[in-house]
């Protein structure tokens, strides 16, 4: 299926006859082919595209801000007059803005729909995040101007192009409510000309034509009934009517001629990222140590039920692996927290253990300043969900312990040789980071997102260690 050709019509400068474009854009569009599937939609909050559009009063299905929650914009469009489709406007998109970072939500949202034929975005006045989104996923940006300073404005755009790393290929200057009954003298003959060359002079591209400023049009959006007229059937006789149509032709016959559109760019281009997270994530498990790295027994059983409870990795990144929940917290009751007596899974004191660990990263290191063979120090670390330092303790290591009727190996020596200790049996200057993880899909933190505030987390505390 053939991504829409999307048509974003976007200024930093208000009153410059972008929504009154949009809008008569549809409309012309459909005109010009009628079986063309037309869908537009606004992230301004004036609602002229629900005014002029919706053929009901029935309460809207959802608005543009659904776009950004995940839900598919199928379930959002409305069919409205003269056969355009239109996903209603939203008054809740100022709290939202100030949540949203992504610049990619709107062309992931839009290239998972089943929309064809060409999608218009009418945009605020304002490079917000919507805007933003709207500019990232148009084949084609056409920046209505009517004076030097929204000329000026139109910098902006081109940067977000150029630090997203886009072609500047989709943007277009389209001078707009030119005033034709303006002449001067010299080379620029009316404003329509010296805007031209403002728009040359600085390497912008134009569409063919301009709009002029016409009275006539103006009043379609100001009248009695309070209603919004297309120039289409209450505009025929002004020279806008015959402007319109050209830059619907333009549109129209730049959609046919764009092969590969902007999604199909972004799909091909999330395959390609997928394929490499999932390359990255198999990696990732494959380097993983097999069995506990305490006890070594193996971490799913025969009915597939793993008893993994927390992922350790060195901060050098040579050894990772996943560690039983009771080997972990065992360990931690009786050599780090002097448990007087056995810690077992039904006592309380480990279910406030293990509530507690989902919000921490716990940290094995030497201690600082201890290099003697003979005499090694172990300090325990207890950090945040942030990375930062919530405890710290230090012991000194003992390969041998006293038991009831003898001297035992500690049970932490496992897990050091086969992490911390070097191959002459002492603690090197890595440090071994652990994060609980889901007892249901323990290899989750394995995923790219996970990993990577894992390793961020990493990063942190590694600035905060002696």
Same mark, same amino acid.
């Given at each position: ?52 559009? /919706? ?11 659904? &776009? ?21 406007? %939203? ?32 945009? /605020? ?46 943007? /277009? @200057? ?14 620029? /003959? ?40 297309? @120039?289409?059937?209450? #505009?025929?006789?002004?020279? +806008? ?63 597939? +039920?793993?008893?993994? #409870? ?59 300043? $201890? ?18 330092? +919530? %405890?710290?303790? $230090? ?16 049970? &932490? ?51 905060? &260690?002696?």
């Amino acid at each position: 299926m053939s991504a829409p050709y999307i048509v974003t019509i976007s200024s930093e400068k208000g009153g410059v006859g972008k929504t009154t474009l949009a809008t008569n854009l549809a409309i012309y569009l459909k005109a010009l082919h009628e079986d063309l599937p037309v869908t537009l939609l606004s992230f301004d909050n004036h609602f002229s595209v629900d005014q002029m559009f /919706r053929i009901n009063r029935q309460p809207a299905k959802g608005d543009v801000s659904g &776009l950004f929650s995940g839900i598919n914009p199928d379930a959002l469009v409305e069919t409205g007059e003269y056969g355009v489709q239109f996903i209603p406007s %939203s008054n809740q998109l100022n709290d939202l803005r100030h949540e949203l970072k992504d610049t990619t939500l709107l062309a992931k949202a839009l290239a998972k729909s089943s929309l064809g034929g060409i999608v218009i975005i009418d945009t /605020r006045p304002d490079l917000d995040i919507f805007t933003q989104n709207a500019l990232y996923a148009a084949d084609r940006v056409i920046v209505p101007v009517k004076d030097a300073p929204s000329m000026d404005n139109c910098r902006h755009i081109y940067d977000f192009f150029d630090s997203h790393g886009l072609s500047r290929r989709p943007l /277009r @200057i389209l001078p707009c409510l030119v005033d034709n009954r303006i002449h001067y003298d010299g080379p620029f /003959r009316d404003p329509y000309q010296l805007l031209k060359a403002y728009a040359i002079n600085r390497g912008y591209r134009c569409m063919e034509g301009f709009i002029a400023k016409s009275p006539k049009v103006e009043s379609l959006n100001t009248n009695p009934e309070g209603k919004i007229y297309p @120039i289409l059937t209450h #505009g025929r006789q002004t020279e +806008v009517h015959v402007q319109i149509a050209n830059v619907a032709r333009q549109v129209y016959l730049h959609s046919l001629d764009t092969e590969l559109r902007r999604l199909d760019e972004y799909r091909l281009a999330m395959v390609h990222a997928e394929r490499e997270h999932q390359s990255a994530y198999e990696i990732r498990c494959k380097e993983l140590e097999t069995g506990c790295l305490v006890c070594g027994r193996p971490l799913v059983d025969n009915d597939g +039920v793993s008893a993994a #409870g927390y992922f350790a990795q060195l901060s050098d990144q040579k050894i990772s692996g996943f560690i039983e929940e009771e080997c972990f917290t065992k360990l931690v009751f009786r050599y780090f927290y002097g448990a007087k007596r056995s810690i077992e899974p039904h006592d309380p004191i480990w279910d406030l253990f293990r509530e507690s660990a989902q919000r921490s990263y716990f940290l094995l290191q030497r201690a600082p300043h $201890t290099r003697n063979f003979y005499q090694q120090k172990l300090s325990f670390y207890r950090f945040d969900e942030h990375g930062l330092e +919530v %405890s710290h303790k $230090t012991i000194e290591l003992q390969e041998f312990e006293k038991r009831l009727l003898s001297k035992e190996r500690s049970d &932490l020596f496992p897990l050091l040789e086969r992490t911390l200790f070097d191959d002459q049996g002492r603690l090197g200057d890595s440090f071994l980071l652990l994060r609980k993880v889901s007892s249901d899909l323990p290899e989750e933190i394995l995923y790219d997102q996970n990993f990577e505030n894992f390793t961020a987390i990493m990063a942190k505390i590694s600035t905060q &260690l002696p």
